[in-house]
């Protein structure tokens, strides 16, 4: 089975622009969150996304956005970059199988604004 | 107060030792409780995963739950140079992921 898929990779953006990310889960899971790592912060959840609902928010400011799609898809949008925004960005997809509810990561898109 | 706590480290061990990782949690209704493991540069990787009160084995590595402590620790058996990494413990409240800010373990060879 596939895991965890996130494009792209890397990104080089300038302050001001706005960046969107692309994350499909693993086959069957509903359920897509997204993280952000800083080595200062570790990481903190943005957001949680289960058939197509937001189901949870973390505390980031408006800027950050997503959404899911009917496939599980999802995708995230930061507008407005800034500076501190560089980090890495981490999707997991779950099953939501109480009370397993094991998340796995894909590999990440690390986000560098200048 | 932090939703998950870890021992900040960093945590050496010699090659053979056992390492022991420790994360305390602060919601008494958290239901389930994860051990991940990530090298730099990449990704967490679920490498453990508790339920219930009490031990679960799996190859070297040892997941210990203590509801009525609000306690997780993970020991790693024969640690091997391969273990060096950071571990992020991580817990679900039903609502939500939390996760430590991590234990860096290096092992020695």
């Known amino acids: 089975k596939a895991g965890v898929t996130q494009t792209p990779r890397y990104l080089i953006k300038t302050r001001g622009q706005q960046v969107t990310l692309s994350c499909s889960p693993i086959?069957?899971?509903?359920?897509v969150s997204w993280y952000q790592q800083t080595p200062g912060q570790g990481l903190q959840f943005l957001f949680e996304?289960?058939?197509?609902?937001?189901?949870n928010k973390g505390n980031f400011p408006g800027r950050f956005s997503g959404r899911q799609f009917s496939n599980s898809r999802s995708e995230m949008n930061v507008s407005t970059l800034e500076l501190g925004d560089s980090a890495l960005y981490l999707c997991?997809?779950?099953?939501?199988?109480?009370?397993?509810?094991?998340?796995?990561f894909g590999p990440g898109t690390r986000l560098t604004v200048t | 107060q932090k939703e998950v706590e870890q021992n900040s480290g960093p945590l050496s061990v010699p090659e053979g030792a056992i390492a022991s990782l420790n994360c305390t949690y602060s919601?008494?209704?958290?239901?389930?409780f994860f051990w991940y493991r990530q090298y730099s540069g990449k990704s967490p990787e679920l490498i453990m995963s508790?339920?219930?009160?009490g031990d679960k084995e799996d190859g070297r590595f040892t997941a210990q739950l203590n509801k009525a402590s609000q306690y997780v620790s993970l020991l790693i058996r024969d640690s091997q140079p391969s273990d060096s990494a950071t571990y992020l413990c991580?817990?679900?409240?039903?609502?939500?992921?939390?996760f430590g800010t991590g234990t860096s373990l290096t092992v020695i060879p």
């Open positions: 996304y289960f058939s197509e609902t937001q189901r």
């Open positions: 991580a817990v679900n409240t039903g609502n939500q992921f939390y």
């Open positions: 086959s069957g899971h509903r359920s």
């Open positions: 997991a997809s779950s099953l939501v199988q109480t009370p397993s509810y094991e998340q796995y």
């Open positions: 508790i339920y219930s009160n």
């Open positions: 919601d008494r209704g958290s239901q389930s």
